[in-house]
């Protein structure tokens, strides 16, 4: 890996290839990204369909802060496992705290998806 401050000049062809590769990587090997993403890609289809652009926005909001929660959450326990692979209290605690995050921001997600779901089925 090299020093991201000694590269010179911005590559932005590249940095999309490795947001798509982390991505990929996530979604593959990840099952709670997965079926999120399997769970949201339908419905978000369904209300760009119907042409309901706030509710576009709305769920691609809600289901892009819900991935970046899970991303973040993946990365702090891959992490943590890398530092100290051996039981220990504080990375514990490290690793409970990004889980509740990534907790509430699924709460948030499911809600929204749930109210958008029965909104589009009345929209028909």
Known sequence: MTNKFRTSGYHPVQKLKIILSGLHVAVVTDFSVAYKVILSVPILGGAFFLRQWVD??????????MLISELFNSAIEVLCDFVEPRQNDRIRITKDI???AAGLSILVWAAILIVESIRLVQLR
């Open 56 to 65: 576009v926005s709305l769920i691609l909001l809600t289901m892009g802060l």
């Open 98 to 100: 990004a889980a509740a």
